[in-house]
């Protein structure tokens, strides 16, 4: 993957909400590492984790009938958000460029010695360890067939 571009509610680079695990595969490869997170017996959830630490991403699809790609959580220093580099930014200009850009639903919260700046209406959260952001996490809900919600 070449394009890094943080997409809030659409996907990541090349890879948008929505796009099958398989077809994700043929495009970034496989992953260094995968888990598959279901608890069909208790909550009827299926979900399955890839890793990619060649990108400092990891992927969740999502989806019973389909596994589709549902969240991103990334460190990588080149990803980008509305032109500018995510991970340059500090709390404040996180919160300002979010809601230059129509976003507003905004919640912080300290969680294990993390900061966590949610924006609820983009589904998307940035970690930050002090002012330095360590991570941003963005995703989509999906239903049991593999449908964007």
Not at 69 to 82: G, H, M, Q, R, S
Request: aromatic residues 12%; negative net charge.
């Amino acid at each position: 993957m070449k394009n890094f571009v943080i997409e809030p509610l659409k996907g990541f680079g090349e890879i948008p909400f929505g796009m099958a695990l398989d077809d994700a595969v043929k495009i970034l490869g496989a992953p260094n590492f995968y888990e598959e997170l279901s608890d069909m017996e208790e909550t009827g959830n299926r979900s399955i984790f890839y890793e990619y630490d060649d990108l400092d991403t990891n992927i969740y699809f999502e989806g019973i009938t389909k596994s589709v790609a549902a969240c991103f959580e990334t460190e990588n220093k080149d990803a980008v958000l509305y032109g500018t580099k995510v991970f340059d930014l500090n709390r404040k200009q996180v919160m300002e460029l979010m809601r230059e850009n129509g976003f507003s639903e905004l919640e912080e919260e300290e969680e294990d010695g993390e900061h966590r700046i949610s924006f609820e209406d983009a589904l998307i959260d940035f970690f930050f360890d002090g002012d330095s952001m360590t991570a941003v996490s963005w995703g989509v809900l999906v239903d049991d067939q593999g449908n964007i919600i």
